[in-house]
């Protein structure tokens, strides 16, 4: 049956005016952050001091911690290097399924490699990782979540830029969609730790190449910002009670409060430090830092928070050349801004439907070859699969 539109016609009304009055409390809250940017911009050394004791007293806080720019700072795009490397991976993947005839898991990563003002053309791999059948269950014998594929996926893709960086002519830059720090399911910590070491591990070995890695954030919703400026509202007391779900700024994200600083394309907001549980892990050369960037066009601001590991964030030189590469890089995309080379890496990476099918029927035939039973898709899946081409029952 189609949507009855009617039903929905009846709430628009007070679904609209129920997105009026929380527009105009977030504004309310906007302004407040936004005064206290201006008031706390060089006082930097206070806001580090408040978001250590923070730390002591707020389970699972997370925030935007100063460096050593003021919170106000606007840096115009550098010019662009004459020749540097530029690469990108984005994966895709097949998850594991009890509807499937049988489970499997395959990570494909798609990447592409350009080396800016030598003429050549852009080189573009595909790797292909069919997991290992062990490492689809967990202790408790279930299959693994698509969020521990997810986790799995990213570790690959930084793998992937790690094994292409021999040789490369520097300035040399790696990217990756989404942030550089992991989140893990609840559930699955062992597994999520073993991964963070590895993952951890790629990150030295990119480091050590001499290959700056980032991860780009398009559109984000984050209030890393908003969240450090609660922690100087709070008294000592209301922040022992503090709690993510009940914030003094709830609704005001890092984008709505940078919008009216960042107002050039190619300006770049101060680098900050990320203060999370997880980002404790990443120590050193490691820690995650961001900043945000505008990539839009004049007149048509578009901010996208990128995140880079310290030692990239503590050589303003190499953050301005991620800089002006990264506007370049989504100027290519005319009016919907975002970086051509990770556009490219998500096309190669993509895993069609005939492609999932063909893989199937190669471990079926394995598994028939080695006297494996199969078990036949769930008469759900079987449903799916026909409505494909079937939409509505002929009877």
Known sequence: MPVNLLD?????????????????????????????????????????ARVSYAADVVRHLRCALPVDEPLDTV???????????????????????????????????GLIKMVRGSGL????????????????????????????????RDLRE????ADLAEDLLLPAISMTDGPLELYREPQETREFEKTLDQYLGVLKRLHEQGLMTLGYVDKPGSSLIGQLLELVELSDQDLEAYSHRQR???????????????????????????HSET????????????????????GKTHLARVEIPAWVACDHDLVGVLQAVLTEQTCIMGSRPYPYILHRAHEVAVVTLPEHQHVEEMIVAEFDRRGISVDEKSNKQYHKDLDRTKTRYQG
């Open 8 to 48: 929905i016609q009846k709430k628009l009304k007070g679904f609209g005016a129920q997105a009026l009055a929380r527009k105009e409390e977030i504004a309310v809250r906007q302004k407040e952050v936004t005064d206290l940017i201006q008031g706390y911009a060089h006082r930097l050394d206070e806001l580090k």
């Open 75 to 109: 840096v115009p795009k550098p010019p662009l290097p004459k020749k540097f490397t530029v690469m990108a991976a984005d994966g895709s993947q097949i998850n594991p399924s009890r509807h499937a005839q049988v489970a499997f898991c395959v990570i494909n990563v």
């Open 121 to 152: 053309t852009p080189e573009i791999f595909t790797q292909s990782q069919l997991l290992d059948y062990d490492s689809l269950f967990t202790p408790s014998g279930v299959l693994i979540s698509e969020g521990m594929v997810a986790l799995k």
């Open 158 to 161: 930084r793998e992937a830029l």
């Open 248 to 274: 003094k700024f709830a609704g005001v994200n890092d984008v709505s409060l940078l919008s009216d600083l960042l107002v050039n394309p190619g300006d770049r907001s101060a680098i900050f430090a990320i």
């Open 279 to 298: 980002s404790q892990r990443f120590k050193g050369d490691l820690a995650l830092h961001f900043f945000y960037l505008n990539v839009g066009t004049p």
